[in-house]
Structure formats: C-alpha cells, structure tokens
T-cell receptor
Framework: DAGITQSPRHKVTETGTPVTLRCHQT?????MYWYRQDPGHGLRLIHY???????DKGEVSDGYSVSRSKTEDFLLTLESATSSQTSVYFC??????????????FGPGTRLTVL | QKEVEQNSGPLSVPEGAIASLNCTYS??????FFWYRQYSGKSPELIMF????GDKEDGRFTAQLNKASQYVSLLIRDSQPSDSATYLC??????????FGAGTQVVVTP
C-alpha cells in the first residue's frame, strides 16, 4: 500500500454528464498518473503529472482533463462522459528520478460505467 | 505492432511446476523493466524489476532480461494456486513513464 486512495470507487453516470475522479496520496510523491484499463488493451496512460500544476498528455487523453493544485491530489475530469469511457481507472504514483528508473504503485481503482 | 507484446494466455500450469512468461518490446531506449501481478478485480502489484542484462531472482520469481533481443521474461518456480493472476510486463518510455503490455493470464491447476 503506497498510501494512495481513489474516490469514488464505483460510479454510474449518464452520457453527457461531467465526472471527476480523485486520487489522493499521503507520501508526497512528485509523479502521479491516470490510467484506464480495458480488456485486451492493458493499462493505457491518460495523463500524468510531474509536479504541482505540471501535467502532460498520455496516449489516450482525448475527452479527459486533469488538474493538480496540491502535491497530494490529482484529479481526472471527463468533461462530457461517453459510453466509450466506461472503464476501470487507476491512479498511480511514480518513483521516477531519471530515465532509467520508474517504479509505479497503483491505487485501488475506480470502476466507471457510462450509460 | 504493439510497443510491448505478451501472449494473452491463459497459460495453464500444474501446481509445483515452473511458469514461464515472455515479453518483447520495441523501444531500444527502454532501460528499466517491470513485472506486475494483477488479481481479478484488483489493482496491479509490482513484483519484480530488472535493469541489467541477465537474471534477477527474488524468492520464487526470476526475471530475465536480454536487451539485444529486446526480450524480458518472468519465471515462477513451484507455482501455487495463489499465483493464478494476470501478469503485466512494463517498460520505461521516456522520462517517468511506463508502457504496459496487455498481460498474460496464468492459471495454476491443483
């Protein structure tokens, strides 16, 4: 347990509504990540952050935005949810200190269903 | 071609036998390699990492890396029913990012 919590753990919403998922960490890690996991695709990076207010896009960022105003919190927002965003979302913290390192530790996940 | 490729399985292994999982990657610049275990409905859990060519052993797990062949493997010795899970291979991509394979499902049969 790397001190990572995600909320909510389960959510059902309707197409077109905004949704915000929260990731909270207690160990002051600089690097944080949002992934989605779908059958046959493994984990795909949505957005990541390398510090407060420093974020960047991953490979599947369309339809998602993020914010990080405090070290401990990393928020993922679906501006207008679509059924294709039904997935399990994982937050992770990273121990990155250079290109040759990079262990990541995952939160418990959020199962999101968009009807 | 996927950047990180794994056989999806399921890989059926008798209890007590060795499970052998393979992973190939396309980015020659990748420097660190990780194996995660994921039980159904749970989050991925880091079990091994390896940076240098050769073997690295940790308990019943051995990771093997061959950078020239762009190949990393995981051996699980004396497989137990509790080893039944999906195993994800991950490699570093650029600064601070990981690229994951889709995972290999392992089923250990009593």
């Amino acid at each position: 347990d790397a001190g990572i919590t995600q909320s909510p753990r389960h959510k059902v919403t309707e197409t077109g509504t905004p949704v915000t998922l929260r990731c909270h960490q207690t160990e002051n890690h600089r690097y944080m990540y949002w992934y989605r996991q779908d059958p046959g695709h493994g984990l795909r990076l949505i957005h990541y952050s390398y510090g407060v207010k420093d974020t960047d896009k991953g490979e599947v960022s369309d339809g998602y935005s993020v914010s990080r105003s405090k070290t401990e919190d990393f928020l993922l927002t679906l501006e207008s949810a679509t059924s294709s965003q039904t997935s399990v979302y994982f937050c992770a913290i990273g121990l990155a200190g250079g290109p040759g390192i990079g262990e990541q530790f995952f939160g418990p996940g959020t199962r999101l269903t968009v009807l | 071609q996927k950047e990180v490729e794994q056989n999806s399985g399921p890989l059926s292994v008798p209890e007590g036998a060795i499970a052998s999982l393979n992973c190939t990657y396309s980015d020659r610049g990748s420097q660190s390699f990780f194996w995660y275990r994921q039980y159904s409905g749970k989050s991925p859990e880091l079990i091994m990492f390896i940076y240098s060519n050769g073997d690295k052993e940790d308990g019943r797990f051995t990771a093997q890396l061959n950078k020239a062949s762009q190949y990393v493997s995981l051996l699980i010795r004396d497989s137990q029913p509790s080893d039944s899970a999906t195993y994800l291979c991950a490699v570093t991509k650029g600064w601070g990012k990981l690229q994951f394979g889709a995972g290999t499902q392992v089923v250990v049969t009593p």
